[in-house]
């Protein structure tokens, strides 16, 4: 990820932005920005797996977009006070679809779902400029 923009707001929120493009480490990056911004957030009684859960959705959301939604993409994380949204934004039209999963053929078809499972809630948005927002909200 390119330099992560930090921003704090009021009312117990963080947020960081970090756009990236399709590379070998696109996403081991997006995963490393995750890392960071949960750490920041330094909340010593959180259990590990939820760490764990808001990483392995980031990892699926940022995969998906770098390969469905035109290659390149935004990561927004936002800490509310029980919740850390997951966004990605990119400029592909087509929307994440459940799907049989390919146990056989290695086509995927298992991340849309179990981010579905993870979450408190998912959507997606399309945006007036074009393309569209994925987003998760995980318990923290």
């Given at each position: 990820m390119?330099?992560?923009?930090?921003?704090?707001?009021?009312?117990n929120m963080m947020a960081v932005n970090a756009?990236?493009?399709r590379s070998t480490t696109a996403v081991a990056d997006a995963r490393d920005t995750a890392r960071a911004f949960l750490e920041c957030l330094r909340q010593p009684a959180t259990a590990p797996d939820a760490a764990d859960t808001v990483v392995l959705?980031?990892?699926?959301?940022?995969?998906?977009?770098?390969?469905?939604?035109?290659?390149?993409?935004?990561l927004e994380l936002t800490a509310h006070p029980d919740t850390v949204e997951?966004?990605?934004?990119?400029?592909g039209r087509h929307a994440p679809r459940m799907r049989t999963p390919d146990l056989n053929g290695g086509t995927g078809g298992f991340?849309?779902?179990m981010v579905n499972r993870l979450a408190r809630g998912t959507a997606v948005t399309r945006r007036a400029s074009g393309g569209k927002t994925v987003s998760a909200r995980l318990a923290w």
């Amino acid at each position: 990820m390119d330099d992560p923009e930090t921003r704090v707001t009021l009312m117990n929120m963080m947020a960081v932005n970090a756009t990236t493009v399709r590379s070998t480490t696109a996403v081991a990056d997006a995963r490393d920005t995750a890392r960071a911004f949960l750490e920041c957030l330094r909340q010593p009684a959180t259990a590990p797996d939820a760490a764990d859960t808001v990483v392995l959705v980031v990892s699926e959301l940022v995969t998906n977009a770098l390969r469905h939604g035109g290659g390149s993409c935004t990561l927004e994380l936002t800490a509310h006070p029980d919740t850390v949204e997951v966004a990605v934004h990119d400029p592909g039209r087509h929307a994440p679809r459940m799907r049989t999963p390919d146990l056989n053929g290695g086509t995927g078809g298992f991340g849309w779902p179990m981010v579905n499972r993870l979450a408190r809630g998912t959507a997606v948005t399309r945006r007036a400029s074009g393309g569209k927002t994925v987003s998760a909200r995980l318990a923290w």
